[in-house]
């Protein structure tokens, strides 16, 4: 099983443009959500999702969309880049039906705008 | 809404010396995680706490939740060069949505 799965690695947007990261789990996990990650604040939750069909907000939403067309895959799309989004972004995906499972993330995509 | 206060934010210790962090609350807790992340990488769990009052043991790794669910501490003892990283708690109230505290950096000196 090769897990959580992101693409890009690494990215470098321009101000205002729009891109889309990818996640892809081949665990069935019901529960898929994106977290970015910044100095000296933690993991703050963008979106999350608890099936195929069924999306909705987390912490820090604003300038993010998110769609759940299929169990395996969670794509994040910013929609006009900002130098504010510059952080590293984390997928993670769990079983929805049980709480003692803990949460496996992707390698995480470090993305920069300038 | 929901907070999860670490403590403390950085912490430098020479090999063998112990390690604690610190989870907080504003809200009683259904259950709390513990993930490390290694520098550079991603965070990886390492255990789920339920019961109020309880401890779990993980080898040099001991985790605690407060007897109100709304605390946490994992404390390493003689820590080594191998647990160099960042330690969050995450807490869950209800449904499945995570709250992640700021994590601890933990550096050692050998």
């Known amino acids: 099983n090769a897990g959580v799965t992101q693409t890009p690695k690494f990215q470098v947007l321009k101000t205002g443009q729009s891109m889309t990261l990818q996640c892809a789990q081949d665990?069935?996990?019901?529960?898929m959500s994106w977290y970015r990650q910044d100095p000296g604040m933690g993991l703050r939750l963008i979106h999350y999702?608890?099936?195929?069909?069924?999306?909705d907000q987390g912490e820090v939403p604003n300038g993010y969309n998110v769609s759940r067309s299929t169990t395996e895959d969670f794509p994040l799309r910013l929609l006009s880049a900002a130098p504010s989004q510059t952080s590293v972004y984390f997928c993670?995906?769990?079983?929805?039906?049980?709480?003692?499972?803990?949460?496996?993330f992707g390698s995480g995509t470090r993305l920069t705008i300038v | 809404g929901q907070q999860v206060m670490q403590i403390p934010q950085y912490q430098h210790v020479q090999e063998g010396e112990d390690f604690t962090t610190y989870c907080n609350s504003s809200?009683?807790?259904?259950?709390i995680q513990w993930y490390k992340q290694r520098p550079g990488g991603h965070p990886v769990f390492l255990i789920q706490?339920?019961?109020?009052?309880e401890v779990k043991k993980q080898k040099r790794l001991t985790f605690q939740f407060g007897e109100a669910k709304k605390n946490s501490s994992l404390h390493i003892t003689a820590t080594q060069t191998t647990d160099v990283g960042t330690y969050f708690c995450?807490?869950?109230?209800?449904?499945?949505?995570?709250?992640f505290g700021q994590g601890t950096r933990l550096t050692i000196n050998p």
């Open positions: 999702s608890v099936g195929a069909g069924i999306t």
């Open positions: 993670a995906s769990s079983y929805q039906g049980s709480s003692n499972y803990g949460y496996t």
């Open positions: 665990m069935n996990h019901e529960y």
């Open positions: 995450a807490g869950r109230r209800g449904a499945q949505k995570l709250v």
């Open positions: 809200t009683t807790l259904s259950n």
């Open positions: 706490l339920v019961k109020s009052g």
